[in-house]
């Protein structure tokens, strides 16, 4: 790989031009097109310059257009390119001659097409090496900047906040920028990069590690150029800023689609499972577990700890959750003698039961009881972390009243809001019963990380716990 | 084990005697207590005769009150007790005088809350052998048998269909019976039995097993006292009608849930294994999963097949999809040549693929093209199955319209009706993005199997397909 001048000069943009603007737009993918992103970019509110250029039109959508790259007032910082494939060698030209500085090639039909896209994307490539751009893409959808009002799509809400997104599919990029919000984080970037032609994972992975607007960095990734490369900066960054990665295309025929996606080459599962051991790197595989982990890391203070007691309602319910928090690797250890007589002074054992699950329907909808059991527990230094499971059985069984009685109290109790020991609280894991994800929406907006099943709750709470332990154990070599 | 008569004689009842029926009920739970019962055979218009007894009434809830189990015209078929713990014994002396044949003990407070309760389960099981009574529970919610009108708790359906559930717990027998006819089916008979003091789930499954309204049997179980029969009768049942078993209890946190739900002793990890292994029952994990396997059993005529051809919408979906399929057990096949051009005469590749999984956001929008793709698809003899993968980004990206065109297309088009090839339809894996339910729900009622996810789809099919594969190979022995 050639190397490029570090992704960063010029971003976030400061002025964007768009190339490839129709003054008519007849597709049903308004994000993708040149038309659609400047009307984006205009309803908004980007911070900077557009400059639209058409060599036909004077003005399009509102906005200025200039006949070319060349004739635009200044070197633009961005140039988003959305002409048909065969055109945009000679765009890239055209770049280098307005001295731009990042080029986003959001066409596709490059090397993920075949044998002919491949030359295409290779005579690109030498172009802008030449050149000393910074290309984004092909087939890709850019950037996504809060604090400049710079949006990926148009469903996608412009909420900032601490958490980065490093994305080779649009489409998952749009998902999590979606999801996110919901689960109670925004975004300081999110960056969808397609092809990876020039620029790669490591060049926006490097840029986030000192960016002060993210604490978190999330990847979603189908190959890497530059493995080595890569690995050192996960190395070096994860221990201040924990790196959430999804590898895609890890069995065959992922892989087959990874290739057909961005043409990329995957490497072995067997190099993943070394690459996440050496590295601490926090792996996940689906995008919503990756806003699970990052809601985690948000919301909960550090600790290495696995050790959980588990409150459920019902005695199947409880059985079952016994079995995922342990199938997830969290330890639910047997109470000690007296955090068993302390929660005994006030619960009965018939209908219910105080092993590690508490069978306790009674607790659950007595909020001083809640809050009894609660402290107990806080006070037994064998237990880390506190997890309020309410299953479809909690939701089917007391009135709507008592449920929003009991949500009232999590968010307003004292002790729950001081996390002495941090409380999460675990929904329905049993089907769709009920839509509980409004209910779980408002607990994390009040900071209770609220999770849509046990068992994804346990298995963030584990990487979580992993990852600190790994930090921590490194600190100490 | 003393072994007691068959269970099946005076099932379902004819006749129900209830015993612990006050005038008034002050608890919040009414399916639990007498009256609630009661309330609940008159509301759901049981087919026989009820016949409440207490001493002091003469009239509840508008039934005739009888003062004693010997006072009333006929030996009941069925007793229901719901009188506290220290009483129960006296009554099953009473049952036993009354001539009755099956007696359930609603209440708990036995074996699950220590040694006392074991003792008083002692004596109620030595004066019930004695007098040959078929008894279930304690600590149960009984029967479930909507031929006869009768309701295991005020908040289930009663929908006949051909699947039965023997559960040691109420509550997961409540979720099921509620979940079941969302996924588009219903029951025969379900069963809660609890601390299974005298009958167990074997005696159950014996029945079952001959049982001409049942042709799918689920079980939940935490312990099983007698391994060897239970082994037996599974081995044997499993051939004509499928079995399919969740196990709780299975890690040591969820048998201490268990041992303090229904005291029961639950076998090891490898002993499950095993017996799985040996008899072809087929394992789950959850009541979700539980009614997908029903699901699928009951939709898609028998195959040993694994090979699918995914259909996904979306490139970093259709990534993800091809791993989800490998990881559950799925074969992805590369397609053979000719599949491949007869895919490629009307799908462009650009943001689009035609490896499998099928990359195609055109080919879901495009009904004719849909149709096109089914039939070459259902032409391959290298495909067993077609899965339509429909994630959260395909559910963001069309206009309402064209997913409800989608779903009337795939309702009524013949190649997908005939099933000359099983189409099953997964929906958004990630997250919630959006409610998917109630488009699922449809599509089943149309006969065409959906998921609430492709990683649950997965493991369905991937279990559907191991049965018949060991039935298959069983029968060549």
Redesign the interface.
Known sequence: MSQVRRFGDGFPPKNIAVVGVSRNDQT?HPGYTGLGLLRMLKESGFHGNVYPVNPYATNIAGFQVYNSLTSIPQPPDLVIITVP?AAVPQVIEDCIAARAINVQICT??FG???EEGKRLEHRIKEIASQGGLRVIGP?CMGFHVPSVNMRMHP?VPLVPGPVAFV??????A??FL??GP?LGFGFSKAISYGNALILDAPDFLEYLGTDPETGIICM?L?GIKDGRRFMELVRKINHKKPVVIWK???????????????ASLGGTRQVWDAFFKQTGAIQV????EM?EVAMTFLLIKPSAGKRVAVF?A??????????I???EGLE?P?FSEQTRKGLLDFIT???Q?????I?VPSVVVDFSSLLRAYEILAADPMIDIVILHLG??FF?G?TQDVIEELHKYILSAPAFKSHAKPVVVALS?????K?T?SYAQSLRKKGIPAY?SLRRACRAINRFANYYEFIGASARL
């Open positions: 049903s494939a596709s039909g993920e097409t075949g087939n469903d994305s080779q599919s649009g489409g998952h749009r998902i979606i999801r919901e979603y189908e895609g295309g890890l069995t065959d025929s992922g892989a087959r689609a990874a290739a057909s996606h961005t595989g689906s995008i919503e806003g459920a019902g005695g199947g319910s409880s059985v079952a959750t016994g079995d928090c342990a199938e639910v047997a054992l018939v209908n039961g105080v092993a590690n699950p069978d479809a059985e089917l007391p894991e049993e089907g769709h019963v839509d994800d849509n």
